[in-house]
């Protein structure tokens, strides 16, 4: 009896020396696996994400371009190195006509984001909305929301308050873009980000039952 008890007291001893280490191990495995699950969301975004993602990346996509093409500002090229860092990491926001071309710092590093976020974003709609990316861009012209600047029938006044504002917003930088070769204004950014912005969050209100409205 004595030696049974002995031996109980001997386990219960090595078991008290083993939970620290035990529960280090898992403390360590936790952290491993938050930091690969952060990962995996990151490259591996949802429906909403990664619809930001893409369209984020499309616009850099498109004011590098523009940039490349000396076209984005009427001042010259852009430094986008100074010029995203508003002169605190670059000598000068903007270069004179004569200073364009590619520039493989600058130039190379901005497209090569817009990239990298396009492909992201491509990656999460091709496998998270049914048909795929194509079924994707289809729906950003053939879906209720247009047809609602000309009909409350389509969703009411919300949804067409949305679709009108949505539609000015995106029209007026386009136009400022194309009329002034001016794609990095801030002024233009006020007004455009504002009623995108304002048409976004009307179309994210919750409907008449309390449901949240679909942004799809």
Same mark, same amino acid.
């Given at each position: ?13 090595? *078991?008290? !020396?083993? #939970?620290?280490?035990? +529960? ?6 936790? *952290? ?13 975004? #949802? ?23 000396? %076209?984005?500002?009427?001042?010259? !090229? ?8 508003? +002169? ?6 903007? @270069? ?22 396009? +492909?992201?974003?491509? !990656? #999460? ?12 861009? !289809?729906?950003?012209?053939?879906? *209720? ?9 389509? #969703? ?28 990095? *204004?801030? +002024? @233009?950014?006020? %007004? ?25």
């Amino acid at each position: 009896m004595e030696v049974t008890d002995s031996n109980l007291a001997c386990e219960q001893a090595v *078991d008290l !020396k083993r #939970g620290p280490l035990v +529960g280090v191990a898992m403390a360590d495995d936790a *952290d491993t696996g938050s930091e690969g699950g952060f990962i995996h969301s990151l490259l591996n975004p #949802g429906r909403t994400a990664s619809t930001w993602f893409f369209g984020l990346g499309s616009w850099i996509l498109l004011l590098g371009i523009l940039n490349v093409l000396v %076209v984005a500002h009427p001042g010259g !090229k852009i430094s986008w190195v100074g010029f995203l860092s508003l +002169g605190n990491l670059g000598d000068i926001l903007m @270069t004179d006509t004569a200073g364009q071309g590619f520039h493989v710092i600058g130039d190379g590093l901005f497209l090569g984001l817009g990239l990298i976020l396009v +492909g992201i974003g491509a !990656k #999460g709609l091709n496998s998270g909305v049914e048909g795929g990316m194509a079924a994707w861009l !289809k729906g950003l012209f053939v879906n *209720d929301l247009w047809p609602a600047l000309m009909s409350t029938e389509e #969703g009411g006044w919300r949804r067409t308050i949305s679709s009108w504002l949505l539609a000015i917003g995106f029209i007026f930088y386009f136009y400022w873009g194309l009329s002034y070769n001016n794609w990095v *204004d801030p +002024g @233009t950014y006020a %007004v455009s980000v504002a009623l995108i912005g304002f048409g976004f969050a009307f179309l994210a209100m919750p409907e008449e039952d309390g449901e949240p409205a679909p942004l799809d």
